[in-house]
C-alpha cells in the first residue's frame, strides 16, 4: 500500500489548488455519466393505424447497441406530409448529432426551415424531440418524469366522452362512465338534420350538401340543443359529477359568448374551444360575461396564440396538443409560464394521439403543479397489440409507466399489420382528411 508523502503535498501547494479547476480523469467522467455521449446514427418513421386514425411514430436509432427512442408526430389529418417532414427534411439534418443535446436540437431543428410554425414541422420535430427524451431515459435508466424534477403528484385524474345521437343516449353512457370510477366526463349530443362534434347525427335525414364530403351544421340548433343536454344532464347526474363540453370553434364569436353564459348555470369544470384560433380576442369578452371556465389551445402551434390568454387570465385551462406544439420541450414551457398566471393544464389526448403521445401528456401532467385534468383514450386490443406500454388507469386516475423513458415499445412487425388507408366513406377517399362543413346557405366554417 502506498504511503502518504506529507513532502509532495505542502500546505503551499494545497492552498494554491483551491479554486483552480477540478481535473477528472476520462475514465472517471465516463463513469459519472454511466454511458458514452450517444450519437444519431438513424432516424425512421412508423406509420400505423390499429384503430382507424393514422398514427406516426418516430424511432431515433444511436450509435450504441441498443440505445433507441420514439416520439409521437402523429397529425392524422396529413400525416404522410409529416412522414415526408421527417424523411426528407430531418433525417439527413440530424444523423451524426449529439442525441443528449435535446434543447439545441430542438432550436436547431424549428429555426432551420425559416419558415415555422407549422403542424406538419411541429409534429415533426415533436416525434424527434420525444424520442430523444425517451433515449435519455433509457440511458439514465429513469422514466422521463424523474429527469424533470420526479412525480408531484401519484396520477393524473382523467375525463371520458359520453356521447349519444339523442340526449338519453349521451346520459345513459355517461352514467357507465361514471360507474368504472371516473368522476369527470364531457358531453356531447347529436343534432337533428345536421353534422355536430363529437356525437353521431340524430334524427331526420340530413340537410344535402352540393359536394359528397361536405356536411351541414347551423349554429343556434346546436345550441340549443346542447343546453337542453346539460340540463338533462345536471339533473340525471348530479353535481357532485364534473362536467365539461367541446364547441369544437363552431359558433360566430358573438354567440359563442352568450353560448358561455348561458351554460354558467350547468357550473361546469370547463367549456372546451369556444372559439377559433382566429378569434381569440373575444375571450375579453367572455371573460367579462360569465364566471364558465375555459379551456383553449388544441389547434395552438406558437407562443403568439397562448402568450396573451395565459398572461391576460382569459383562460382556466391550456389544451395544447403537445405534438402539434413542437413537443415535450415546449410544453413543459407552456406549463411553467400557465403556473405563473395560474392557469392550469388539460393537454389535447384524444385518438390521434400516439400511446407514445399519451405517455408524454402523462409525464406532464405528474410533473407540473399546476396540473387540472388529462383527456383520456383508452387503446382497443389492437393499439395494445403495437405499442406496449399503454399507462394503466384505475379509479379515475391515469397513473405513468415506470419504466425507463416513456416505457413504451413498438412492436414493428404488428404496426405493419395496420397500415395507413383503413378508412372508410369519406376520409378514406381523402387519404385519412377531413371534409367540409357548411352552414346551410353553403359557407364553410370551421369545424
Known amino acids: 500500500m502506498k504511503r502518504f508523502n506529507a513532502d509532495s503535498f505542502s500546505r503551499r501547494r494545497f492552498i494554491g489548488s483551491i479554486g483552480a479547476p477540478l481535473a477528472v480523469s476520462p475514465l472517471l467522467t465516463s463513469k459519472l455519466r454511466g454511458m458514452s455521449i450517444p450519437k444519431i446514427r438513424d432516424v425512421q418513421v412508423i406509420s400505423t393505424e ?15 447497441d441498443g440505445l433507441y427512442g420514439y416520439g409521437c408526430a402523429t397529425f392524422t389529418q396529413r400525416a404522410d406530409l409529416v412522414v415526408d417532414a421527417v424523411n426528407l427534411y430531418l433525417k439527413p439534418f440530424l444523423v451524426g448529432r449529439p442525441a443528449d443535446a435535446i ?26 424531440d420525444q424520442a430523444l427524451w425517451d433515449i435519455k431515459g433509457r440511458q439514465a435508466g429513469m422514466p422521463v418524469y424523474e429527469l424533470l424534477g420526479g412525480k408531484c403528484r401519484r396520477g393524473a385524474m382523467i375525463y371520458s366522452h359520453a356521447a349519444g345521437r339523442e340526449i338519453s343516449e349521451t346520459i345513459d353512457q355517461a352514467q357507465k ?25 340524430a334524427g331526420k335525414a340530413p340537410v344535402p350538401t352540393s359536394e359528397p364530403h361536405d356536411e351541414v351544421f347551423e349554429p343556434l340548433p346546436y345550441v340549443r340543443r346542447t343546453l337542453q343536454l346539460f340540463e338533462a344532464g345536471r339533473k340525471e347526474l348530479g353535481s357532485e359529477i364534473e362536467l365539461l363540453h367541446d364547441v369544437h370553434e363552431r359558433v360566430p364569436p358573438r354567440l359563442a359568448v352568450q353560448f358561455a353564459k348561458d351554460m354558467e348555470q350547468f357550473r361546469l369544470f370547463y367549456l372546451e374551444d369556444a372559439l377559433s384560433p382566429e378569434n381569440i380576442d373575444y375571450f375579453k369578452q367572455i371573460r367579462a360575461n360569465c364566471t364558465t371556465p375555459i379551456a383553449m389551445g388544441e389547434l395552438f402551434n406558437n407562443p403568439h396564440e397562448w402568450n396573451m390568454l395565459i398572461r391576460d387570465g382569459l383562460i382556466d ?31 389535447h389526448g384524444p385518438g390521434d394521439v400516439s400511446p407514445v403521445g399519451h405517455c408524454a401528456n402523462v409525464t406532464l401532467d405528474v410533473v ?8 383520456w383514450t383508452f387503446a ?52 385519412g382528411g377531413w371534409g367540409v362543413v357548411r352552414r346551410a346557405d353553403g359557407s364553410v366554417i370551421n369545424q
Open 368 to 375: 407540473c403543479s399546476n396540473f387540472g385534468v388529462q383527456e
Open 317 to 347: 385551462f391550456i389544451r395544447v396538443h403537445v405534438s402539434q406544439a413542437g413537443g415535450l420541450t415546449p410544453a413543459r414551457k407552456v406549463a411553467s409560464l400557465a403556473e405563473a398566471f395560474q392557469v392550469r393544464t388539460a393537454w
Open 103 to 128: 434543447e439545441d436540437l430542438w432550436q436547431a431543428m424549428y429555426n432551420s426551415s425559416y419558415w415555422r410554425n407549422g403542424p406538419v414541422l411541429n409534429n415533426a420535430i415533436s416525434g424527434v
Open 380 to 431: 382497443n386490443d389492437r393499439v395494445q397489440e403495437v405499442f406496449e406500454g399503454y399507462p394503466i388507469v384505475k379509479d379515475g386516475y391515469v397513473y405513468p409507466n415506470d419504466k425507463p423513458g416513456w416505457g413504451v415499445e413498438v412492436n414493428e412487425k404488428a404496426a405493419a399489420k395496420y397500415p395507413f388507408g383503413s378508412e372508410t366513406g369519406a376520409r378514406k377517399s381523402l387519404n
Open 50 to 64: 390499429p384503430a382507424g386514425v393514422r398514427l406516426v411514430v418516430v424511432k431515433i436509432l444511436t450509435d450504441q
Open 177 to 201: 362512465i361514471i360507474a368504472q370510477g371516473i368522476k369527470v366526463v364531457r358531453l356531447q349530443v347529436g343534432v337533428p338534420g345536421m353534422a355536430s362534434y363529437g356525437a353521431a347525427q
